[in-house]
């Protein structure tokens, strides 16, 4: 049985992108189950798949995993051949450190600038909290860039880059300025194939 990801909006929804980008990555065969947020039938919907009755949600079989973060884990035990977190002790390391603090924190800049792919809010959402999240942003890519060369966070792409890659979306439509490194970064993530695709899927949904 393929495994079958539960998703929110794909304009909006980050945390739903982000375990989809690791199994798209994964070379796992998947299928994609999108539940609309915000109209009548959601809380049906999402009650029959989801523990939490939330977003995403990862099914395999029996198997039900919630939360972002824990679905990337259980994809990397499934397809360790992928590499979706670094080789080395201390990079797998510091990549599951900054992906949790991706989790755990930056409220001010979700808050202030949610992920919306098919908008543009140049300025919008630039408070001093959003900004201090951005800086904080820039400066664990610009540490783990140094380190491993790039293009992406740990060299090739990992749950790392899963992680920030809505945060990438967000300083785009936001029209946050970034330096050369972050703006190279960006690039490389907006690149791929399968975030090119969600992108043109977002596209064509009906607004919320």
Known sequence: MALTLHIGNKRL????????????????????????????????????????????????????????IAIAEYIH??????????????ARARARAIAAEMHSGFTELRSNMPMDLCASKPGVGHTPGAMADVARVQT??????AASGGPFLFGHFTIADAM????????????????????????????????????????????V
Do not use: C
């Open 77 to 90: 035990e499934l397809a360790p051949a992928a590499k979706l977190w670094p080789d080395d002790r201390a």
């Open 164 to 207: 920030y890659a809505p945060v990438a979306t967000r300083f785009a439509t936001y029209g946050v300025a970034v330096d050369a490194t972050s703006r190279a970064y960006m690039a490389a993530l907006e690149a791929m194939p399968e975030l090119q695709s969600w992108r043109a899927d977002a596209a064509r949904e009906p607004m």
């Open 140 to 145: 664990i890519w610009h540490d783990a860039l």
């Open 13 to 68: 929804s980050s945390w739903s992108l982000r375990p989809y980008l690791v199994l798209a990555r994964s070379g796992l065969p998947f299928e994609t189950n999108l539940v609309f947020l915000d109209r009548d039938d959601t809380p049906a919907k999402l009650a029959a798949v989801s523990p939490t009755k939330k977003v995403p949600v990862l099914v395999d079989g029996t198997t039900h995993v919630w939360e972002s």
